[in-house]
């Protein structure tokens, strides 16, 4: 039987809403017992005391300080402590578990995941700011405190499935999947007229709408690839991505004898959850199976990088090394953003991503010295302002 005492960062979203449900699901069946030392949320008051009246945590955070009155009374009568703000969820991070899902997006994700990392604690991570922006760092972080990392991402979970640490030596490649998200097939012309309802139209995920633009446009690939090299260990010349439709094969690594590994599934954020909540055991619950006579046929092609020009750059990004994974991550944030709001074209997300990153190397943008999570968002927000001002001077003509 599983039995972990947990942080769950993030638990309202749909990550760490997938958590808690399997959580209850491996209780049900017997298969786990969980003590859950810390829950945190960002402005939803019912669902956060509702989690809290299930798990009795020692402590909730609620990011939004003018809300912890509210919990504070939704709460009354329990033994829960309550805290509120950015810099009460990054002393959370730090209470002692076993296990931290680190699900928080954004900056505030990147300072707790990094707070988490000193613990000792297995680190689920899926806060892609945390490797994105100070990945080599995190995981030396991780390993000085006697802790690891499990990715949370589907396409990581995968490869670290069924990639042999011990022995790196062997493996001659990483194969990401992608989806090819809605415009796979759209002609270069017809995506200067796409809006944002139909970038958020994926066809096999359910996402939120700024994820769902990244998958769009493909940034999203590129931020996963940026991530894999530092997971693993790899350079990006042996990092290859393939479009794959159906989601099935969430990603593949090769060996060098020719052999190929891959790890297959229904779409599903709950098995990598599942995976990384288990490991190194597996936990079972009622996931859908995978019926391959039924799905009768697995497809594949190269993706489009005149289509999809994000992919590139990122690339070119992981290669320049410093700040330009940073940089990448800034600027496809805040384009993706502004493209939501109908400021900026679809197409124009690209031409944001690169013009930030020819502005942000002229002007010497540099990480400091000290903290390498502050430097990190030090260099996130310089880059940030950098592309607010180029989406000012471009208009929604792609």
Known sequence: ?????????????????????????????????????????????????????????????????????????????????????????????????????????????????????????TLALANKESLVCCGPALLDRVAKSGGRIIPVDSEHSAIFQVFTAERPERIERLILTASGGPFRQT??????????????????????????????????KGLELIEAAYLFGMPQSKIDVVIHPESIVHSLVEYVDGSTLAQLGPPDMKTPIACALSWPDRMPWPAKKLDLATIGKLTFEAPD???????????????????????FNAANEVAAFAFLDRRLAFLNIAAVITETLERADSVGL???????????LAVDEAARAIARDIVKSLDLAA
């Open 1 to 121: 039987m599983i039995s972990r005492r947990v942080s769950v960062l993030g638990s309202t979203g749909s990550v760490g809403t997938s958590t808690l449900e399997l959580m209850e699901a491996a209780e049900a069946t017997g298969s786990g017992r969980f003590e859950v030392e810390v829950l945190t949320g960002g402005r939803n008051v019912e669902k956060l005391a509702e989690q809290c009246r299930r798990w009795k945590p020692k402590l909730v955070v609620i990011a939004d300080e003018s809300r912890r009155e509210s919990l504070s009374a939704a709460l009354a009568g329990t033994e829960t402590e309550v805290a509120a703000g950015a810099s009460a969820i990054v002393e959370a991070a730090t209470r002692p578990a076993d296990w931290v899902m680190a699900s928080i997006v954004g900056a505030a994700g990147l300072r707790s995941a990094w707070a988490a990392a000193s613990t000792g604690a």
């Open 187 to 220: 002609p270069l012309e017809a995506m200067r007229s796409i809006t944002p309802e139909q970038a958020v139209a994926h066809p096999n995920w359910s996402m939120g709408a700024k994820i769902s633009v990244d998958s769009a446009s493909m940034a999203n």
């Open 305 to 327: 990088t005149q289509r999809f020009p994000a992919l590139k750059l990122a690339r070119e990004a992981l290669e320049a090394g410093g700040v330009s994974p940073i940089v």
């Open 366 to 376: 540099a990480i400091g010295d000290g903290d390498a999570a502050e430097s990190a």
